[in-house]
């Protein structure tokens, strides 16, 4: 297959008037110019190893009551957002546990290794790939091994991370990355992005260079970033003390691996850079891989809104595969940047699609689509909820603690007892005083 206008990856325009025969960007796509720094900090994390190991520092951080005080730092409905970062630590942990429950998910095909990552091929040169704990990733990445070049799909949590995921790419190829795709914005995800090397081309929404260039406000100090990352050094603190009573030789080495990861971690938040994708879509936009035989297509889809403004889903029909960053997960996602009252909708757009394996930003693939409809309905029930009690006067925290979705526990197995994360909450509330002030003009 000749190569196109970006070596061996062909964007494509599916609008008629575009000139027959040639490469080109679709009028929603625009390339964006100039000096920048590649890479944020992004990379894949075993779930189960890692993330379990540190929701046991995080939770008994929270049992014991050791907090750093709340500073002058407040999310927008005057929260503290280390109060948040307290109250929802067990919310957070049991959410992401409670994915190793859930039926439906993908056994493991093969499996190959770095000391970092863990690469799982779905298909033929389509890698699922996870931390093995020994780097802090907190979020999966894709990657898409072609004859000439490799796409990468986010970029992980620091630029430790995506250091680390770039130096393992070496397992499956030795091929340069040619691209390095942002499902969105959100730090574990893209704060990998600057340490991708120049010469690649970083693609995102609009909406995603938008946060990621300092438009529309400043991603290091949203609520979203600093409640995950301003516990981290009480976390270290915590594990550090641990270490030190510890006397069984055995556990102390477990908890010195996990101090030094959780170190390095916090080290490495400080050399972020946030950086954007130069090259952005609306709503649509097609890629061709090279392949030794014939070529792979890629198309890049914003369904709507969901988990952020704008969320981009990775579809390979060949393939019969997507991955949807945080838009869709086994089990609940979080929703403190999200548009709840869109949300369904959009699921329902992805629903559409003709795949056999949806391959998520945290946790393991799964094949069933009623994970998808099983989402949908919890969506649904907490926006109707939250709009009621908004329609009543309570304030957001109050109806964070009051909202009772244990009608879902069937699915989502953490649903114990009323509570909310106060994140998607006040999110919810912000979206619900936008509305009213909208219907009052």
Known sequence: MPRGMFGSWHPTCPDPRCDIGRPQRPESVSRHLGPRRLGDFYIVTDWFEELVGNCRSSLAIHSSGRHIRASAHRDPKGIPIMKIISNVAPFICLIFTSLLLLPGLVSAQGVVESDTHRFTEIVPDVYHVTGTGSVYTMSNALVLVGESDVLVVDSHVTPAASEALLASLEVVSDQPVRYLVNSHYHFDHAHGNQSFPEGVDIIGHTFTRAKLSGAIGDVLEETTFRSFSDGVPNTVANLERQVAAETDPARKAV???????????????????????????????????????????????????????????????????????????????????????????????????????????????????????????????????????????????????????????????????????????????????????????
């Open 255 to 441: 908890l010195e691996e996990r101090y030094r990861v959780q170190r390095d971690y916090m080290m490495s938040i400080r050399e972020v850079v946030p950086t954007p994708p130069n090259i952005t879509l609306e709503t649509e936009m097609t890629l061709y891989q090279d392949l030794a035989s014939g070529s792979r297509e890629v198309r890049l889809l914003h369904l709507g809104r969901a988990h952020t403004g704008g969320d981009i889903v990775i579809f390979l029909p060949e393939e019969r595969l997507v991955f949807t960053g945080d838009m869709m997960l086994p089990g609940l996602a979080y929703m403190g940047d999200g548009h709840v009252d869109e949300w369904p909708a959009t699921l329902e757009a992805l629903k559409s699609l003709d795949f056999d394996v949806l391959l998520p930003g945290h946790g393991p693939p799964v094949r069933s689509k009623d994970v998808i409809s099983n989402f949908q309905a919890y969506l649904t029930d907490l926006w109707q909820k939250t709009a009621m009690l908004h329609r009543r006067g309570v304030s957001a925290e109050q109806a964070a603690q009051q909202l009772d979705m244990t009608n879902h526990v069937d699915n989502y197995g953490q649903l114990r007892g009323p509570g909310v994360d106060p994140r998607a909450v006040n999110r919810m509330y912000e979206l619900l005083d936008e509305q009213a002030a909208g219907r009052n003009e």
